[in-house]
C-alpha cells in the first residue's frame, strides 16, 4: 500500500471539523448531481455526531499545514473524510455502515481513500464487526473499480438486493394511518 | 388500516425474546434462500441486543392463544418481528434502518407487517428521524408491491444505488495490510 502523502494524516473527527466535513459532504453530493438532496444543517449535524445521542462517527484525512517564510502561513485543511456507523446483519452480527467516503478532487490517486478504508476496516477488527457495507451509483465506474480492488461485492448485482427509502412525509402518514 | 385480532400484540423486544426471535430469522433466511449465511449464534444475538453496547432493537408481534391441554392456560407465541437500528444520512439525517421485517405465513393478510410498520413510524418520529431506508430482493414482488403501496421507493431502480459489501476475511487482509 502506498504511503500517504507528506503532511496528510488520518485521525478521528472532532466537532470542530463538522463545518469543513458538511462543505465536504456538499461536493460529493454536487459530484452525484444530488446537491438539492442535502437538507441537513451544520447544528444537526454537530448534534447528531457529538452530541448525547450519537448517530455517525468521523474518520478526517487533514493535510497539515505549512509555513513558508516567502507565502506566509498555510492552514490545516480537511481534504476527505468517512462517515460510518454501526449496523446489524441478522446473518452474521456486528457491521459497519460506511455513509460516505470521499476524497477532495485535488488529492486523488495519492492512496487517502485507500488509508481511510484501511483505518475503517481496524475499526471494524477491533469491534468484531464482520461486515463493512455502502452503497454506490452505478454508474460511478472510478468508484467501483476501486471497491472492487479491495475485495467489494456488488450484492446489487450479485445477490438482487434492491434499496428502498421512505422519507418524511410518508412516514408521518404511515404513522397516523 | 385494519385492526389486529384480540390476541395478537406488538411490543418492544426483550432479551427472552432473542431464542424465539432467532427462529424467526432462520425461517427468512430460508424463504430468502439464504439459509446457510445465517452465522448468528443467540449468545451473540442477545449480547449485541441487550449488553453494554447494543447494535440493534426490536419489535416483536406475539400471538396468545389457549394451550392445547385444556387446563384454559394461555400461550404464547412469537409470530413476527421487525428488527432496526439508527442510521444516518448526509442527505437528510436522523434515519431508521430496517434490517429485517417478518410474519409467520400463517399470520399473513391479517394487517399485521402494516402494525410493524406504523409502530416503526411512529418511533421514527419520536426520534426525529426523517428517513427510514431498507433492502427488499428484487424478485420479492409481493413484498415489494406492499412497500410501494406505504409509499416507499426504490432507489436501486430509480437512482442507480447499489449495495456494496466487504466481507469478513477482506476486512481482516485490509487492516493488516
Request: include cysteine.
Amino acid at each position: 500500500m502506498s504511503k500517504l502523502p507528506n503532511g496528510v494524516v488520518i485521525r478521528k473527527g472532532v466537532t470542530d471539523d463538522c463545518e469543513e466535513v458538511l462543505r465536504l459532504v456538499k461536493e460529493l453530493s454536487e459530484y452525484e448531481n444530488m446537491l438539492p438532496d442535502v437538507k441537513l444543517t451544520l447544528d444537526q449535524f454537530r448534534e447528531d455526531g457529538f452530541g448525547d445521542n450519537l448517530y455517525f462517527q468521523l474518520l478526517v484525512a487533514e493535510k497539515c499545514g505549512s509555513s513558508d517564510s516567502g507565502t506566509g502561513e498555510e492552514k490545516a485543511k480537511l481534504i476527505g473524510y468517512a462517515l460510518y456507523f454501526k449496523k446489524y446483519s441478522t446473518f452474521e452480527g456486528r457491521s459497519i455502515y460506511l455513509e460516505n467516503l470521499y476524497v477532495a478532487l485535488a488529492f486523488r490517486k495519492q492512496g487517502i481513500g485507500f488509508a481511510l478504508f484501511k483505518n475503517l476496516a481496524k475499526v471494524a477488527v477491533s469491534e468484531k464487526c464482520a461486515r463493512i457495507e455502502f452503497c454506490c451509483l452505478s454508474w460511478n465506474k472510478m468508484a467501483i473499480d476501486f471497491y472492487e480492488k479491495i475485495g467489494a461485492v456488488d450484492i446489487t448485482k450479485q445477490e438482487n438486493w434492491h434499496c428502498f427509502k421512505i422519507l418524511d412525509e410518508e412516514i408521518r402518514m404511515l404513522a397516523s394511518c | 388500516m385494519s385492526k389486529l385480532a384480540d390476541s395478537i400484540v406488538i411490543r418492544k423486544g426483550t432479551v427472552d425474546d432473542c431464542e424465539s426471535t432467532l427462529q424467526l430469522i432462520k425461517e427468512l433466511a430460508e424463504y430468502e434462500n439464504m439459509s446457510s449465511q445465517v452465522k448468528l449464534t443467540l449468545a451473540q444475538f442477545k449480547e449485541d441486543g441487550f449488553g453494554k453496547d447494543p447494535y440493534y432493537q426490536l419489535l416483536v408481534v406475539a400471538n396468545c392463544r389457549p394451550s392445547d391441554s385444556g387446563t384454559g392456560e394461555k400461550m404464547t407465541k412469537l409470530i413476527g418481528y421487525a428488527l432496526y437500528f439508527k442510521k444516518y444520512s448526509t442527505f437528510e439525517g436522523r434515519s431508521i434502518y430496517l434490517e429485517d421485517i417478518y410474519v409467520t405465513p400463517a399470520f399473513r393478510k391479517q394487517g399485521i407487517g402494516m402494525s410493524l410498520l406504523k409502530n416503526l413510524a411512529q418511533l421514527a418520529i419520536s426520534e426525529k428521524c426523517v428517513r427510514i431506508d431498507f433492502c427488499v430482493l428484487s424478485w420479492n414482488k409481493s413484498a415489494i408491491d406492499f412497500y410501494e403501496k406505504l409509499g416507499a421507493v426504490d432507489i436501486t431502480k430509480l437512482e442507480d444505488w447499489h449495495y456494496f459489501r466487504i466481507f469478513n476475511e477482506q476486512i481482516k487482509k485490509l487492516a493488516s495490510c
